[in-house]
């Protein structure tokens, strides 16, 4: 309607068509931010009005507040990721959406430099990230989804106790020692030098490393006084 009523907004944004809001994939978010997009918005139709009987639109909010978190651990600005729901016939609503969210990310800065992230440990975080979105996809659909009837419920639910506690255990955990991996792949470090890059406490560092380990996927090497892949 946007088009068609020749509405004016921001050249800044490259709008990409889908089918569905709930066809916008974590990876296909992550894979903008890797190739230097610095935010990505989401427009869907209104929760409720879903013009397929799978309700789409509530699968891409949960995918954007579970990629919220995800950003928020990483040390991105979640704000550089935004949703809003609108009719097809709102151009109106659809130009201001994207002029303010437009107006949000110039002002957080480029991608990284806003929150003090140098290139090489963006594209580290985010690489691990990415590894993971099969395991993280599946972890959302199974534990951290619910039936939803509105977006109120919805934004309570994610900001609970219980998904807080579940989304430490079941995906946090689970970046770090994928960060950890990725940088041993580079060369061996100690605790404190991972600590440093990873921006974790030692002792959260140690445990991590503890439990991969145990698994035998990594190994201290006494004449360097660090960990190396195993």
Do not use: W
């Given at each position: 309607?946007a088009g068609v ?7 800044e ?12 994939d974590?990876?296909f978010?992550?894979r903008?931010?890797a ?5 990505v918005?989401?427009g869907?139709?209104r929760?409720?009005e ?11 909010l ?24 609108m ?13 303010e ?7 957080l ?8 992230l ?7 975080k985010?690489?691990?990230v ?9 972890v ?6 619910i039936p ?5 419920e919805?934004?309570?639910?994610m ?14 955990d689970?970046?770090?020692?994928g ?19 990873l921006?974790?406490?030692?002792s ?9 380990s145990?698994q ?12 190396s892949?195993?």
């Amino acid at each position: 309607m946007a088009g068609v009523s020749r509405l004016q907004y921001t050249t800044e944004i490259r709008v990409i068509r889908v089918t569905c809001s709930g066809r916008v994939d974590l990876e296909f978010i992550l894979r903008a931010f890797a190739n230097g997009m610095d935010g990505v918005f989401i427009g869907g139709c209104r929760l409720g009005e879903c013009n397929y009987i799978t309700q789409g639109n509530y699968n891409a909010l949960n995918t954007v507040l579970v990629c919220k978190k995800i950003m928020d651990y990483i040390g991105l600005n979640p704000d550089r990721l935004g949703i809003k729901f609108m009719s097809s016939g709102e151009g109106i609503l659809f130009t201001e959406a994207v002029d303010e969210f437009t107006k949000t990310i110039r002002e957080l800065g480029p991608l990284g430099e806003g929150e003090g992230l140098d290139r090489n440990e963006l594209k580290s975080k985010l690489e691990a990230v990415k590894s993971l979105v099969p395991y993280i996809k599946l972890v959302e659909r199974q534990r951290l989804r619910i039936p939803y009837k509105s977006e109120e419920e919805c934004h309570k639910y994610m900001d609970s106790e219980e998904i807080e506690r579940l989304f430490s255990e079941l995906i946090i955990d689970k970046l770090a020692i994928g960060q950890i991996m990725l940088h041993l792949r580079e060369r061996p470090l100690s605790t404190g030098q991972l600590a440093e890059l990873l921006r974790l406490n030692p002792s959260e560092v140690s445990r991590h490393i503890n439990s991969s380990s145990n698994q035998g996927l990594i190994r201290y090497d006494e004449s360097q006084q660090c960990y190396s892949l195993a």
